[in-house]
Nanobody
Framework: QVQLVESGGGSVQPGGSLRLSCAAS????????MGWYRQAPGPERDLVAT???????NYADSVKGRFTISRDNAKSAIYLQMNSLKPEDTAVYYCNADGFLLTGYDFDNWGQGTQVTVSS
């Protein structure tokens, strides 16, 4: 019903930058919140940043001042500009979106994930 496709991951040296993109498609009526989460080896998937439909943002303390989330409602897309990357930012980054389908049902979906590796 809803597909989230991420792109932009890769390998970078400490201090470098990457930009992640995520686009939603499918039987969507409206999208409320979209966001980025990350999962290093282990069971925990942690919040990185979220953005609401009106542009309100929320960041994990560990990325404040380094990462910027933005949103293009016309494209049902979000972006994550990651600067001053650190080795501890290494993880699989997942896009998430929630909202309503054209059928009236709600949805809360995840993308397939994109690997970000920060290493010298």
């Amino acid at each position: 019903q809803v597909q989230l496709v991420e792109s932009g991951g890769g390998s970078v040296q400490p201090g470098g930058s990457l930009r992640l993109s995520c686009a939603a498609s499918g039987n969507i009526f409206s999208i409320n919140s979209m966001g980025w989460y990350r999962q290093a080896p282990g069971p925990e998937r942690d919040l990185v940043a979220t953005i609401s439909s009106n542009g309100s943002t929320n960041y994990a303390d560990s990325v404040k001042g380094r990462f910027t989330i933005s949103r293009d409602n016309a494209k049902s897309a979000i972006y994550l500009q990651m600067n001053s990357l650190k080795p501890e930012d290494t993880a699989v980054y997942y896009c998430n979106a929630d909202g309503f389908l054209l059928t009236g049902y709600d949805f809360d979906n995840w993308g397939q994930g994109t690997q970000v590796t920060v290493s010298s």
